[in-house]
Every structure is written in structure tokens, then in C-alpha cells.
């Protein structure tokens, strides 16, 4: 089939979308390719119809284990042979699926990027009819990225075993010196870039400065029709706000990553089928997710850059019909987000402490070269060592770039508990099985919220507290999840520690302190970014956002704040720059009373005058002195 035939039959398309075409058939000539295509703007057509076409199976590497596992029940459904090798999975498993990929006519094996450098894999790989490989979040492999991720940048490694086989590379967002950094990385012969415009015309961008949140939210969801997307930093405020918004009449609920598979899917398909209009969650949910309709989008807490942002607000309006994109904001924000900033960078002194815990916690000497794995559970090494996990995060992450030490995918995948009882069916429970009662109270002692949410358990912790081996709160848990008066979700493969190369003295651990401090500054640069356009009041929202990504020339949307608020003083971007180059002039050469300044600018409208002049005084450009004269600020 030709490539029209193969969107049409399997997605029932009968054009490609602007840009579509052209990155196919670059992938059909066999050149590696980047495609920045926004989010919505239909990356996967693009390496799933070229690999149609062609004789054999295309490699797909993901970060995102969920995203895997639903464009693999996409293309199932569509009659198309896919699978995905993912944590979890039994040795067995993975074994299986990797003999299918070899010997059946699978199309797709999806991986994450950890998996390329097991040895396993590569060799099932080295024995595949390799067509194509695909990357997807392309972004995480450059360091000079909004999501760097050190285990992309082995991606490159596996082209000495699939030689001959393209590349296309996939992202929404990317500035400049990562799309150069991206084919450095991947080793493209020659550069080969397809851009798409960021502009979104059909997206109203707006930042609301409050300090009552909560009832800015509620205003703003019930001024617009259509389903809702509300984002936030952290699982529990998922539920919160639903809370909230369920009192408030919304038919309302809520997703974290936290949550069981089966809830997952059953709370995205109720979102997708309009069975409930606001969905509040973390940002693990809407990748891959194709729901055109989205008419708001809202940013309960301001993400870490313009890339994240712009991302997420992408959600919006792939329909093209007008949608909007607020993000709440207060200036106590900013105090968090540069102190949540610090965190993430650990000084060289708590990262060798963690390194020296690590060691000490697995009883490895220095010079031991044993290469091998060991269970992790950060919650008890960090009770035994007394250190934060808001260090040993981080200082793992820079360990691990270190080559000193390697984290399993499913890191943060504990173990989680949730009542299937209510208050009096479980007192019910008790009374007529003793033998439960002094257990029961336990988890209900140790853990709060466990009869409304999946809340994570340390097994080891409670053993600690009855005094008993591990084994029998196993034992526990597993009998009354039998029983269904619990959901136990227990930890489908223990997360592991590797020490990747030879224990060394904390004295000697290597680090590129200029890599470092090039990563700070840079995360740094896009936080100051983010908080730019957040207390831009200047800028029309949407020139601001396609500046950042190098895209200029554009016109101003007039539907964003800024430009609303312009239009009822009857300016544009241009007139109000000019506006405060001329008020900078004046005042550089003399400092000037308001009342001056208004005469001195005559024919330009008194209202105009005063907003420029309330913003150059807000944004510390312009500042009174003692006589009630404007001067400039140095």
C-alpha cells in the first residue's frame, strides 16, 4: 500500500497534516531525521505509516511506560502487531516477547532507553529485520534540555548493531542548541531538521496573578464550556482540588501516576468519553492521549520551564476551535520554584555523603569491582542514614551520570495499599476475624487516607513495628487482599542499585564541576524564563512563547491578556515599546515630575502614558525620588 492508502485504512485520514508528508518521506530516503512537530500535532504518523511501508519491525524508545502501553493498544486495535518491554515484566516475559519480535511479524517493539543497554537485548535486536528506529522525546537526550535523562545518551550505541537503519527523532519542544545537540548526540551525517511553527491561533493564553487560587479555579471552570485539564505539582493535590470542584458541582476526578493501571485507564476513558468534564492531575497524564475537544487548560502551580508549559497547554484546542490556556499565579511561586531549583542540585559534599551511605548500606569496600545489583529501599536507607529524599533523589541522578552507579526504571514504584471496606463494613471485619484485628489497626495507625486513595506502605517498617520478620506482614497483606478488604499493590520488581564500575573513595569521585554548574545554569535560565513570561505584562503571550523557541516576526494574537488589556487603551506591542523609549529619553536626560512628562509627550493619550509609566515602575525601570520625580533606574 502507498502511504495515503495506509493512513487511510488503518486511521481513516485522507490527508496528512502540514509537515507529515515531508518527514516520511525523508524517512523513506533513508536520511536521519528531527521532526518538531507541537503536542497534537500527530508525531507517531510519522514513524508508524514509513514503518508500515517497509519489510521488517521499527525499534520505538520511550521514557514514558504508560505511553508505550497505550500506542500498543492503539495499534492493536487497529490490526497492527506491536508490543512494549517494560518494568515489571518477568525474565520470562521479556524473553518471549523478544522471540516474537524476531520470528513473528510483529511491526513495533516498543523500549524504554534503559532497556537498549542490557545485553539480552541487544543481542535479540542484532537477530531482528530492523526498519526503522524511532525516538520519541527526543529532547531528553541533549544536556542542554528541559528533561535531561543520562540513559539517552546510550541511544546512539545501538546503531553499531542495527547499521543502515534510520533515525527519526521526535520532540514538541526544543530550543536552538538542543535541536543541534540532538543530532550530535544520534550521530546524524548530516543535519536534517523539520520545524513547525509553535504558533497556536486558536489558544488564548492568560495568567492570572492571585492569591485565592481556589476560587479563581472554580470562576474560571465554570465561565467555560468543554473539558478541562487542571495541572499540579504533586498527587495529593490531585485529589484536593477534585475534592473541591466535586462540592462545586463539577463533575470532576483525578489521575496520578500513583494510581493502579486499571483505575488509570478507567479514569482517562470516563475523561475521553465525557463521563466527566474536569480531570485534575499531575503532568503524567495527556501524553499520547488524542481528546481534540480540550477547551481550557489550567496551571494550578508554575512548571519549571516554557517547554514544560507550553507542552502541557498544548492540550488545548486540537480541534482548532478557540480554547484557553491560565495559568494561576502568585508571587509566592517564585520563592518555591527557585527553592524547589536548589534542591535539585545537591553540593558535591552531600552527593559523595550519599555515595559513602551507599556504599556502607551494601557493605561494599572501596576497590570492590562486583558489578552486580542490590534491592534499594530508600525509605530505609534514609531512615538509617539520616538524609532527606529530597537529597538522595537528585545526588542519585548525578551518580548515575558518574557512571558509578545505575537505577532500575521502576524506581519510584513502591508499594501501595487502599481499604476496599468502609468504616463499618471493616469494624465488621474485626469483630468476626480476631485474628486480623491488631494488624488491621496497625495500617489504619501508620497510614492516613488509606479508605479514599492508594497510599504507599514500607513492608519493612511495619515488620520493624510488630516486632515480626518481613514474611508475615507479606503474609498479612496478602490474605486480606484475598479477603478484598484491601487492594495491595505490591511492588511488581524490587528497585535496584548497580555499582556500574569499581568502589571508589568518596575523595576521588570525579565531577565535571563545569557540567554541573552548566546544568544549574541552565535549569536556572529556564526558570527565570518561565517567571518572565509569568509576570510579563507587556508582550502578547503568544510572541512571547514563539521568542523563546527562536520563531519571530509573528503578530499578536489579540486574545491573551496583554493584548486584551492593550486593546481597551487602543495600543499594540509597538506603540506601548515606543511609548517607554521615549519616557526613557526624557527622563535619562532629566529627572521629571509625572505632570511634566504628560505635557512633554504630547499627542500620545494621558491613560497611555500612565500604564506605560505604572509598568516601568513595577518592573524596577523607573523609580520617584525624594522631589516626586520620575528618574531611571541604573
Known amino acids: 500500500m502507498t502511504k495515503q492508502e495506509i493512513l487511510h485504512h488503518y486511521w481513516g485520514h485522507a490527508a496528512f497534516r502540514p509537515l507529515q508528508d515531508d518527514i516520511i518521506n525523508s524517512v523513506l530516503d533513508g536520511k536521519d531525521t528531527l521532526a518538531l512537530l507541537p503536542t497534537g500535532g500527530g508525531k507517531s504518523i510519522c514513524f508508524q505509516v514509513p514503518a508500515l511501508m517497509k519489510d521488517g519491525i521499527c525499534l520505538v524508545i520511550s521514557p514514558l511506560i504508560a505511553l508505550m502501553k497505550d500506542q500498543v493498544e492503539n495499534l492493536n486495535k487497529r490490526g497492527i502487531k506491536a508490543k512494549a518491554i517494560y518494568s515489571g515484566m518477568s525474565y ?105 511553527s509553535f504558533e497556536r491561533s486558536n489558544i488564548a493564553y492568560v495568567v492570572n496573578t492571585v492569591e485565592n487560587k481556589n476560587q479563581r479555579l472554580i470562576q474560571i471552570i465554570s465561565k467555560v464550556k468543554g473539558t478541562v485539564l487542571v495541572y499540579v505539582r504533586n498527587r495529593r493535590k490531585t485529589q484536593d482540588l477534585a475534592q473541591l470542584l466535586l462540592h462545586n458541582g463539577e463533575r470532576v476526578d483525578y489521575y496520578h501516576a500513583g494510581l493502579p493501571h486499571h483505575i488509570r485507564i478507567k479514569k482517562q476513558d470516563d475523561w475521553i468519553q465525557n463521563k466527566i468534564r474536569v480531570m485534575v492531575c499531575t503532568n503524567a497524564f495527556g501524553m499520547g492521549i488524542d481528546k481534540p475537544d480540550v477547551r481550557l487548560v489550567v496551571h494550578y502551580e508554575i512548571p519549571e520551564s516554557l517547554e514544560s508549559y507550553y507542552q502541557e497547554a498544548g492540550r488545548a484546542g486540537r480541534d482548532e476551535q478557540k480554547s484557553y490556556c491560565v495559568l494561576l499565579f502568585n508571587h509566592a511561586d517564585e520563592l518555591e520554584a527557585q527553592q524547589r531549583l536548589e534542591i535539585s542540585f545537591p553540593d558535591e559534599a552531600e552527593i559523595r555523603r550519599v555515595y559513602q551511605a551507599l556504599s556502607n548500606y551494601y557493605a561494599v569496600p572501596v576497590g570492590a569491582d562486583i558489578n552486580r545489583s542490590f534491592d534499594f529501599d530508600i525509605a530505609d536507607f534514609c531512615k538509617k542514614f539520616n538524609l532527606e529524599a529530597t537529597v538522595v533523589y537528585p545526588s542519585l541522578k548525578i551518580l548515575k551520570q558518574c557512571d558509578l552507579i545505575m537505577m532500575s526504571e521502576n524506581f519510584y514504584e513502591p508499594s501501595k495499599i487502599k481499604f476496599l471496606l468502609n468504616n463499618e463494613q471493616l469494624y465488621k471485619f474485626q469483630v468476626e476475624h480476631p485474628s486480623y484485628d491488631d494488624f488491621v489497626k496497625l495500617l489504619l495507625r ?140 526624557i527622563v535619562v536626560l532629566k529627572h521629571t515630575s509625572l505632570n511634566e512628562l504628560i505635557i512633554l509627550l504630547k499627542g500620545i493619550k494621558e491613560e497611555n502614558i500612565l500604564e506605560a509609566v505604572r509598568y516601568l515602575l513595577d518592573n524596577d525601570k523607573l523609580q520617584y525620588n525624594s522631589a516626586q520625580q520620575l528618574e531611571w533606574r541604573k
Open 446 to 585: 501508620s497510614y492516613g487516607g488509606v479508605f479514599d486513595q492508594y497510599i504507599i506502605i514500607n513492608e519493612k517498617l511495619l515488620a520493624q513495628r510488630i516486632t515480626q520478620d518481613v514474611s508475615i506482614v507479606n503474609q498479612f497483606l496478602n490474605k486480606l487482599n484475598t479477603l478484598q478488604v484491601i487492594d495491595y499493590q505490591k511492588q511488581k520488581d524490587t528497585p535496584q542499585i548497580t555499582f556500574t564500575s569499581q568502589r571508589i573513595d568518596v575523595a576521588q569521585i570525579s565531577f565535571s564541576k563545569a557540567l554541573l554548574k552548566k546544568r544549574k545554569e541552565i535549569s536556572t535560565s529556564k526558570l527565570n524564563a518561565m517567571l518572565a513570561y509569568a509576570n510579563n505584562s507587556i508582550v502578547c503571550r503568544s510572541k512571547k512563547l514563539l521568542t523563546y523557541f527562536d520563531e519571530f516576526g509573528g503578530t499578536d494574537c489579540g486574545v491573551c491578556d496583554v493584548c486584551l488589556e492593550r486593546r481597551k487603551l487602543g495600543m499594540n506591542d509597538d506603540e506601548f515599546e515606543g511609548i517607554m523609549d521615549r519616557i526613557k529619553t
Open 92 to 196: 520470562r516475559e521479556i524473553n518471549l516477547t523478544l522471540d516474537n519480535c524476531i520470528h513473528g511479524d510483529f511491526k513495533f517493539l516498543y523500549l524504554s532507553p534503559e532497556r537498549l543497554k542490557s545485553d539480552l537485548v541487544r543481542e535479540r535486536i542484532s537477530q531482528m529485520n530492523v526498519n526503522l528506529l524511532a525516538i520519541d522525546e527526543a529532547h531528553c537526550i541533549s544536556q542542554w534540555g528541559y528533561d535531561f535523562r543520562p540513559e539517552y545518551l546510550q541511544i546512539a550505541e545501538i546503531r553499531t548493531v542495527i547499521k543502515n537503519v534510520p533515525i527519526l527523532a521526535l520532540t514538541a519542544t526544543a530550543t536552538p542548541d538542543v535541536i543541534k545537540d540532538i543530532q550530535v548526540q544520534l550521530k546524524f551525517p548530516h543535519q536534517n531538521v523539520f520545524i513547525k
